[in-house]
């Protein structure tokens, strides 16, 4: 049991006294970062599938594997 409340009083000091953490002007520039990113990740994956036809069945647009499937079959 000494070694359970060893550890949290060590836990705890390492949280309130060894931590730095961001400020808020930080966490505002990483948060906006993560956004950013996320948009530019989906707009990547809605343009593959978009070119490459997954969509939904009764689209005009069957993208470059429709169009192989076309030719071919």
Do not use: C, H
Request: aromatic share 16%.
């Amino acid at each position: 049991m000494a070694n359970v409340a060893t550890y949290v009083k060590e836990s705890y000091t390492e949280l309130v006294e060894r931590v730095t953490w961001p400020t808020f002007s930080e966490l505002q520039e990483a948060s906006i970062l993560v956004f950013v990113a996320s948009l530019m990740i989906a707009g990547i994956v809605f343009v593959m599938d978009w070119t490459m036809g997954v969509n939904s069945p009764d689209s005009t647009w069957r993208g470059v594997i429709g169009l192989i499937y076309a030719y071919l079959f």
